[in-house]
């Protein structure tokens, strides 16, 4: 059994003294974005908040799990810009309360991702595996939550049922995505570190490749397989008319000048699924944040 912890010790200056050094270090250079990482003189976030890459140290030292390192340090793997990360990074931190238990906080966020994945998946028959793979793994974090503490092996058949109802979805479908994030979830954040994170960034995936395919089929664009087809047609063709087989080949422009429609589809596809990035990691960064602002004993820090 895990013994409580209670973050940041139960000191508020602890919470401060933290979020000034990770401050300190974002600004110093020698941040990275490489996930719990230290090579002695640079690294990630949580890397330079330890001067080391040990997660048992971080657990010591701060009282948070491991679960939240891997996602202070996945929030800025996943953001575009290393300005977008670090503010990120800081917000999750300051999101953090003074002196409670956050091991059960890992089970509420993974619940509240798996209720939206049930959403997403409602148009699937009621009998189709994958619904039935995320009720079962949704039971078993609702179970941790009541503090029945599910045995490994109950973990392994949630886990082994929601791959093999993935497996059954077509490659790269939306089914096959958000089975994906079904199989990340099925793990207890007690005892595994990277579950929330890899849970967190599987959901953005899904929910972004979702809403960018219904939103070409709405628009009536090319799709992204159908226009790459098309770049490397075209690429063999030039190939076969230029005498240097060194020479460049400016797929792109050859696209726009001889294909419009097509062009202007592939232009419209990457602005969507930029816009869509961008709102679902909105979203999910909202649920991490609003899980932890609703956490028992929750103490603002006054720095």
């Known amino acids: 059994m895990l013994t ?4 940041f010790q139960d000191n508020p200056a602890l919470k401060c003294s933290m979020l000034q050094k990770a401050q300190a270090f974002q600004a110093s250079g020698d941040w990275n974005s490489r996930p719990v990482y230290w090579d002695g003189k640079g690294g990630s976030l949580v890397g330079g908040l330890l001067g080391s890459d040990d997660l048992d140290q971080w657990v010591e030292e701060s009282g948070l799990p491991k679960w939240m390192a891997l996602l202070l340090d996945m929030v800025a793997v996943i953001l575009p810009s290393a300005e977008d990360a670090k503010a990120a990074q800081i917000s999750l931190l300051e999101a953090l309360p003074v002196g409670a238990d956050l091991n059960a906080c890992g089970n509420v966020v993974l619940v509240h991702f798996l209720k939206e994945t049930e959403t997403d998946i409602a148009s699937l028959s009621e009998n189709h595996p994958l619904r039935a793979a995320l009720t079962d793994v949704m039971a078993l974090h609702d179970a941790e939550l009541a503090g029945k503490s599910p045995q490994p092996a109950e973990w392994r058949k949630a886990r082994s049922e929601a791959i093999a109802a993935t497996d059954q979805a077509v490659p790269d479908s939306p089914e096959a995505k958000f089975g994906a994030v079904i199989e990340a979830a099925a793990w207890n954040p007690r005892t595994s570190r990277s579950v ?3 849970t967190f960034r599987s959901w953005i995936n899904a929910r972004r490749d979702a809403a960018v395919q219904q939103k070409v089929g709405e628009q009536g664009l090319i799709s ?3 226009t790459k087809k098309l770049l490397d047609r075209i690429h063999t063709e030039e190939r076969k008319t230029r005498k240097d087989p060194k020479e460049f080949i400016h797929v792109f422009g050859i696209l726009e000048e001889r294909y419009p429609k097509e062009h202007k589809d592939m232009m419209d596809f990457h602005r969507i ?9 909105q979203a999910a960064f909202q649920i991490i944040i609003s899980t932890l602002q609703n956490s028992q004993d929750q103490v603002r820090c006054t720095c």
């Open 4 to 7: 409580m912890m209670q973050s």
């Open 196 to 198: 929330v994170a890899d």
């Open 224 to 226: 992204f397989e159908e």
């Open 273 to 281: 699924q930029h816009e869509e990035a961008i709102r679902q990691r």
